[in-house]
């Protein structure tokens, strides 16, 4: 479905990515595994055409990505929910539920408020409300559901669990398990081993810009070398 | 003044706001959206008032004509906006920011000249809306039937634009991408597509403002730079995107003016007051006011305030000390060469280069831009000219004096300024300019008012014109290797900090807006010395030589020569000024090729003249 080759982005002089690669199949979620700073947001974004890429090849069901405007990737699919939620504070949730509204491409099912709020119920009790008056879970939750009123294939969640209180934390492993059921793919990046794992089918892990390793969430669990190089603190 | 007076005056200035906040409105809108600071749109308001008194004159006889017709001149210019947006915009969107503010400036220009092939010179009145040419009697005054429509305008229209801004979907893109466009395309939305419909929209709206006016305001090519900064003041006096406060302020304003015109002259104290005169000062006066009481405006708030910064480049460094070198012995020794005449042109060169220098240096190094720039330059002009000529000094006494005026003004404007960033001290910059460009004009027994004075003569032993071009020469070395010594100085250091990271650098200990008001005081004395030069030079001034379209001149400098450049300023000086020596004498439309001029280098250079060399050099990135 996804598959990124060869990456390499740079800021200024500095390398933040270099050779990255990986592949995310249909009905797939896969983590983005690695510590603050490893580039999993700069992956993101360059997927996104949001970051420019020096180098390498993005390609997403059979459609090379790289060089579109964020617009365009959009349009064939691929929903970004950013790690820092960009919630259009002035807007109301549905309001909000709106701007990110698209009319799918292909068939399958269609997103609705209705529908996004059955994922998410504390949403449907303050549609009216402004998106600046949440608090950081049900920030979280909007950013997502606004990215599914675009009917993502392809779903990019950048730390969604980031900051967010445990119980929230739960239901926002629940929605993820639910979406997969109804076969979105997705792809997303953690610190949270723990969250991944109960998400998460197959893990990469980031370092310094580089996939370090990769393999499924119960090889990652059994080696214990990789998580002590690369994920303890 | 008696009450009904003051109530003919109050509903004067009701019809008045109107029209003023179709204009700002629009203004803030594309403002909001696409962070373009659009100068063009005043030239919108003046196309939709002379396409209006064409189609009124032609179809105008009816009701339904008059009307029919000043909706589709609003309509043109829409189109002409989006048009603008489309074909010059959107290719400059990537460049540094403020090239687009340098490419609405060609747009100015192209569009006045047009107008002035299409309409010519003379003021036009255009024709009085059929069944509303009466007036009718209130409390014995005479109030224009078309004034009550002019006053319901505002509402109607406010109220339209808020269920557009509320309930469509263009409303909400609209509202999101003011906050966070990159995210907007993120999810799907084609920018492109919306900043040219917000471009329809607000130039619609500029242009409907210019046309309900048709039967009350004559259609002149002076009108461009008046609105616009009679919008650049409402916007930021309501708040940038908000538009109750933009209807708010231009209410404010209008019925300020009006007051002002009711009250007439007041004696005090022996003196007479003349309030009707202060009407071109007291909304800049009024904008002073709010901005310091509110900084981001009467409704607006600071989370929905965009920052226009300067795009800043990493430092530039001097070029090395023989090429300086080597070019002031080349400057040196050229009157020796030339004649007389581009002795004359070589002079006004290097006034405007140390004139773009000091702009340079508070955009480049201070981080902030100034939209009035020519202020300093003029009450350099003016100081000098008013030293010689009122005060009796020597040339020479006048010439060192007029600095220092020019830097106690800049620290005095800057005690405000300093208080704001981005595109609101900008726009407060504009607003005391305009406040000096008014007392100038209109202060007869000191300045001359209109006329301006003249015999402003150097000494006898600077009156060849070669003797007065080495001291320009000198003057300009200093103050531009003065500016440049101070960019790498700790003082220019602290400065960059601020510009880069304002929290970090106060963090640090650096009083950032000490520093910018410190700058005010530097680039105020080196635009005032320029400015002096200048008067000498010409033997005259007029309060044009601290107009809108000096300061415009100077960024246009500053903007054509690259701003991340420090020789950037200096060529942009020595082209503009040979350009526009050069097409004056050729045409009557010297400003609209002036302006494609422009055009073409900014969309053929997106980086500056200097950043031509750059790119030449290494690759493009």
């Given amino acids: 479905m996804l598959s990124v080759r060869n990456l390499e982005v740079d800021y200024g002089q500095a390398h933040i990515l270099s050779n990255l690669a990986l592949e995310v199949l249909s009905g797939e979620v896969v983590v983005l595994i690695g510590r603050n700073g490893a580039g999993k947001s700069t992956t993101m974004k360059a997927i996104m055409g949001l970051v420019p890429a020096r180098a390498g090849e993005i390609r997403f069901q059979g459609h090379k990505v790289d060089h579109l405007r964020p617009y365009a990737v959009a349009r064939l699919g691929i929903g970004y929910v950013p790690e820092d939620r960009r919630i259009f504070t002035d807007l109301s949730v549905r309001e909000n539920l709106d701007v990110g509204r698209r009319t799918p491409s292909g068939a399958g099912a269609l997103w609705t408020p209705d529908r996004v709020f059955a994922l998410f119920p504390n949403l449907a009790e303050m549609q009216d409300r402004a998106g600046g008056m949440l608090s950081g879970g049900e920030q979280q939750m909007l950013a997502i559901a606004r990215t599914l009123m675009g009917n993502p294939t392809l779903l990019l969640l950048d730390e969604p669990s980031e900051g967010l209180a445990p119980l929230i934390v739960e239901q926002m492993a629940e929605a993820i398990l639910t979406l997969k059921r109804q076969g979105l793919s997705v792809l997303l990046s953690e610190q949270n081993l723990h969250f991944a794992h109960l998400v998460a089918d197959r893990a990469y892990v980031i370092e310094k810009g580089r996939i370090r390793y990769s393999g499924t969430m119960a090889e990652l669990a059994a080696d214990k070398e990789v998580r002590d190089a690369y994920l303890s603190l | ?621």
């Fill in chain 2, 1 to 621: 003044m008696d009450f009904s007076s003051i109530v003919v005056q109050f509903l004067n200035g009701l019809a008045g706001a109107s029209s003023l906040f179709l204009v700002a409105a629009g203004l803030s809108l594309i403002f909001g959206v696409t962070r373009v600071v659009n100068f063009a749109h005043g030239s919108f308001y003046m196309l939709g008032l002379f396409l209006a008194y064409s189609l009124a004159g032609r179809f105008g006889g009816t009701p339904t004509g008059f009307w029919i017709s000043l909706l589709v001149s609003a309509l043109v210019v829409g189109v002409v906006g989006a048009l603008v947006e489309i074909v010059i915009l959107r290719r400059t969107y990537r460049s540094p920011e403020l090239f687009q503010l340098l490419a609405t400036f060609a747009v100015v220009l192209v569009i006045k000249d047009v107008a002035l092939a299409i309409w010519g010179a003379d003021s036009l009145l255009g024709r009085r809306a059929p069944g509303l040419s009466g007036s009718f009697q209130f409390f014995g005054k005479v109030i224009p039937a078309y004034d009550l429509v002019l006053i319901a305008a505002g509402p109607v229209v406010l109220g339209l634009l808020w269920l557009i801004v509320r309930r469509t979907r263009f409303g909400r893109l609209v509202r999101a991408a003011t906050q966070d466009r990159e995210m907007v395309g993120a999810l799907g939305v084609n920018e492109a597509w919306l900043f040219t419909g917000v471009f329809f929209l607000g130039s619609f709206l500029a242009g409907l403002g210019g046309a309900i006016v048709l039967p009350r305001e004559p259609a002149n090519l002076s009108l461009d730079i008046a609105v616009i900064a009679d919008a650049f003041v409402v916007v930021v006096v309501g708040g940038m995107g908000s538009l109750p406060g933009a209807y708010l302020a231009a209410l404010l304003i209008a019925e300020v003016k009006a007051l002002c015109i009711a009250i007439g002259d007041v004696s005090m104290f022996g003196y007479t007051v003349s309030f009707s005169r202060l009407t071109l000062v007291v909304e800049f006066v009024v904008m002073a006011v709010v901005l310091v009481v509110r900084p981001y405006g009467l409704l607006g708030r600071p989370s929905a305030t965009p920052r226009a910064q300067v795009a800043i480049m990493a430092a530039s460094r001097p070029p090395r000390g023989r090429w300086i070198l080597l070019v002031i012995a080349v400057l040196a020794v050229a009157p020796l060469l030339i004649d007389r005449y581009s002795i004359v042109l070589l002079n006004d060169v290097l006034v405007f280069a140390l004139f773009a220098a000091s702009l340079h240096f508070f955009m480049g190094t201070g981080g902030m831009i100034s939209f009035g720039h020519a202020a300093y330059f003029g009450i350099g002009a003016y100081a000098a000219a008013l030293l010689l000529k009122r005060a009796g000094l020597q040339m020479e006494v006048a010439l060192t004096l007029a600095p220092v005026a020019g830097g106690i003004a800049a620290l005095f404007f800057g005690w405000f300024c300093v208080r704001l960033s981005g595109v609101y001290l900008a726009m407060l910059t504009l607003a005391f300019a305009q406040i000096a460009w008014s007392i100038a004009y209109q202060w007869d027994a000191l300045t001359g008012g209109s006329n301006g004075m003249v015999g402003v003569w150097p000494a006898a032993w600077l009156a060849d014109k070669a003797a007065f071009y080495w001291l320009t020469l000198g003057v300009t070395v200093v103050g531009v290797l003065w500016l440049w010594r101070m960019a790498s100085s700790p003082f220019g250091y602290g400065l960059r900090a601020g510009r880069d990271s304002p929290l970090r650098a106060e963090a640090l200990g650096i009083d950032v807006r000490r520093q910018q008001w410190f700058t005010f005081g530097v680039v105020g004395a080196v635009a005032a010395a320029a400015g002096a030069l200048y008067a000498f030079s010409k033997g005259s001034i007029s309060p044009d030589v601290m107009g809108i379209q000096r300061s415009v001149d100077a960024l246009v400098m500053v903007l054509l020569g690259g701003v991340h450049s420090l020789v950037g300023p200096l060529v942009g000086a020595a082209v503009l000024t040979w350009l526009q020596d050069e097409i004056i004498r050729d045409t009557e439309y010297w400003r609209g090729l002036l302006g494609l001029a422009i055009l073409a280098l900014v969309l053929l250079l997106p980086q500056g003249l200097a950043g031509a060399r750059d790119l030449w050099r290494r690759k493009p990135a």
